[in-house]
Structure formats: C-alpha cells, structure tokens
C-alpha cells in the first residue's frame, strides 16, 4: 500500500505503555480480554513482553502488545488495535508493514484469531472473517493449528519473518509462550490446542 503518511514505529517504555493500556486498550478490548496491568508488568520485567507505537506526528494511531520467547525466537500479538479515530484509513496495515519490519530478526508473529465456527451470530461471523481477510492481506498466513485459551476458541495464524517456516510446529510454539506467561497449575487449566 502506498502512502504519503509519515508513519512511525516507536518501541514503548513501560511507563508509556501502562498510559495506552488504561487510555486505549480498555476502550478497544473487551473487559474479559484485558489482564490486569501487573500481569504485563512482571512480563515486561522478565525481558519477554513489550509494545510498540505507531505515530503520526506524534499522534498515536495503533499499538501493538506482544509476547517474546527466546527459545523459540517467536512473538504472540497479545494485543494489537487502530486507535478508534483512525480506523479504516489504512493505518493497520501500514502498522503491520512496521511491526514486520522492525521484528524481521524474530522467526516469526503468531496471532491469535477468533475463530469462525465458534460465533454466535453472522455479524459476530463477519467481523472474524474480516478480521481474517485483514491479516491475510498484510502477509498473515493461517495455519491448520487451532486452540482454546480462557474459554475462547482461536484459530492460529503466523506472519512468517527470518524463518519463512514459522508456520511448522506452531501448537508448540504457542505452548511454549503460555508457558511462560502462566503458572503452571492456571496453563493447565486455560490452555489446550485443538
């Protein structure tokens, strides 16, 4: 996509990314998607979780929260969103582009997506499938992998980056990441591929 836009990418402080998780995310989440703050915190402490910004004028436009597990070289996409006023103008994808190219010396982005066959409602059916398409055209490939995580059933996709295979063995790529972001005994019970 080709655009006049001066887009950036900025990684955040953990003090800047507390201040888009409380201003934005509760906006653009559902409440029983977002973990509480101390959560990301004690990741972020640990080396493996950060957030990026995506600017224009310094006028924040998307961000992107994400898991990193050295031992796979992969990134989970925890959260990812257009800010609510610059929906539909192309700033997801131009923001996709970035986190592509700034990430291209991980594997591989898993991304989690709803899954379709789980909706309760065409609308509900429609957003997910739209969901899809987006990703796809910004070079999110799906995968045959599918889990269930909290109670939500997900289909897996993966943007392949150093490693154009990303996509093999991803169920235990995501184990992998869980694994770090949970104890034990709440992976057990939150966490199964299907």
């Given at each position: 996509m080709s655009s006049t836009r001066n887009i950036y990418i900025k990684p955040l402080t953990l003090y800047e990314a507390k201040a888009v998780y409380i201003g934005n995310a509760h906006r653009d989440f559902p409440s029983n998607e977002l973990k509480p703050f101390s959560m990301i915190e004690r990741l972020w402490n640990r080396g493996c979780y950060n957030g990026y910004g995506f600017y224009e004028a310094d006028i924040l436009r998307a961000y992107a929260f994400l898991m990193a597990d050295g031992s796979t070289n992969m990134l989970l996409v925890d959260y990812f969103a257009v800010c609510e006023n610059a929906r539909g103008k192309g700033y997801?994808?131009?923001?996709?582009?970035?986190?592509?190219?700034?990430?291209?010396?991980?594997?591989?982005?898993?991304?989690?997506?709803?899954?379709?066959?789980?909706?309760?409602?065409?609308?509900?059916?429609?957003?997910?499938?739209?969901?899809?398409?987006?990703?796809?055209?910004?070079?999110?490939?799906?995968?045959?992998?599918?889990?269930?995580?909290?109670?939500?059933?997900?289909?897996?996709?993966?943007?392949?980056?150093?490693d154009r295979d990303a996509g093999e063995g991803i169920g235990e790529k995501l184990t992998s990441l869980y694994k770090l972001m949970l104890p034990k005994w709440e992976f057990d019970s939150v966490f199964r591929l299907r």
């Open positions: 997801g994808t131009e923001a996709l582009a970035l986190l592509k190219e700034t990430c291209m010396e991980r594997n591989g982005i898993i991304f989690e997506v709803e899954d379709e066959d789980s909706a309760k409602s065409e609308e509900e059916i429609l957003i997910r499938r739209r969901r899809i398409a987006f990703y796809e055209k910004c070079g999110v490939v799906m995968t045959n992998v599918r889990s269930h995580v909290f109670g939500v059933d997900y289909r897996l996709m993966v943007m392949p980056l150093a």
